[in-house]
């Protein structure tokens, strides 16, 4: 969520989208697998899962990134300094 939100403000909508297509291709391994369970069935599962958590996280982050460069940048044009 951190790189996210880092990318989102630094680099607005299109941070967010390079974050999110990253977060989106990677990939997780199992470090074990509990007994009783078809191996490859949990692996595709704790794969697809563990992507839908990253890449939730990282659209998440980046537009509250996106959302805090707009807000920046409202403020400064806006022409109200104190």
Do not use: H, K, Q
Request: glycine share 16%.
């Amino acid at each position: 969520m951190i790189g996210g939100f880092a990318s989102g403000v630094f680099l607005g909508l299109i941070g967010t989208a390079v974050t999110w297509a990253m977060a989106n291709s990677s990939a997780a391994s199992v470090e074990s697998i509990p007994e009783g369970v078809e191996p490859a069935c949990y692996r595709d599962g704790y794969s697809s899962r563990a992507r839908s958590t990253n890449t939730s996280s990282a659209l998440t982050g980046g537009l509250l990134g996106t959302a805090a460069f707009v807000l920046i940048v409202i403020s400064a044009s806006s022409g109200g300094g104190y």
